[in-house]
């Protein structure tokens, strides 16, 4: 199958400039991902999780390095190609959801597909069932503020899936979430694996973790043997 390799890193590096001084965050990170894999990523705070998914994710660039998307060598494109790629291949979640504040649920999960080339009655239609699926159909015209946290991370997780994304990158998730509700959105990401997607999952919780089928530790920017 063509498209089984998802993702090729090789000696992947990001410096950032601070003070007249270049701090290595990640030092040289070789990493395969294959279509439908399932990943908890681990490592202690300022290993370099965070930076690591915002280069998977497109959101950054290396400084220096190769990556592979789909055998499609991405370190070199430009802003907007990146874009078009970011916007049609992932979908991103976060511990803090990041939704805009003032307009409903299913106008926030719209956003994403307004990039694109849909017409809007379809996108509201899509965002509509994908609300629905993640158990919030009875919740649509609400806005943020008059969500719980559990059902906030429900639509960003909508939002993330409304591009149809092959990869889904969650960066601690269940951070602000009890444990009642983290169980629910974790079984929620399970289901969005089972439904064929790559997800990478960020998580400091061991029990979260276990929902992944592979664990890959980081220390200090480097990729730790397990
Ligand atoms: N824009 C930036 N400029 C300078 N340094 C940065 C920047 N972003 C991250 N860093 C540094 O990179 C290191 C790794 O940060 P990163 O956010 O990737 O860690 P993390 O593993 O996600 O940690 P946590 O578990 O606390 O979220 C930290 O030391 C941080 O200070
Ligand atoms: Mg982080």
Known sequence: MADKRLVELENIVKTYRQADRNIEVLKGISLSIDSGEFIALQGP?????????????????????????????????????????????????FQTFYLIPYVSAVENVMLPGLYSRTAARELRHRAEQILDQVGLGDRMHFRPSQLSGGQQQRVAMARALVNDPRLLLADEPTGQLDSQTSGEIMRLIAEIHEQGRTVVLVTHDDDIAGYARRRIRLSDGLITPN
């Open 45 to 93: 705070s300022g290993s370099g999780k965070s930076t690591l998914m915002h280069i998977l994710g497109l959101l950054d660039r290396p400084s220096r390095g190769r990556y592979l998307l789909r055998q499609q060598d991405v370190s070199a494109l430009s802003d907007n190609a990146l874009s078009a790629i970011r916007n049609r291949t992932v979908g991103f979640i």
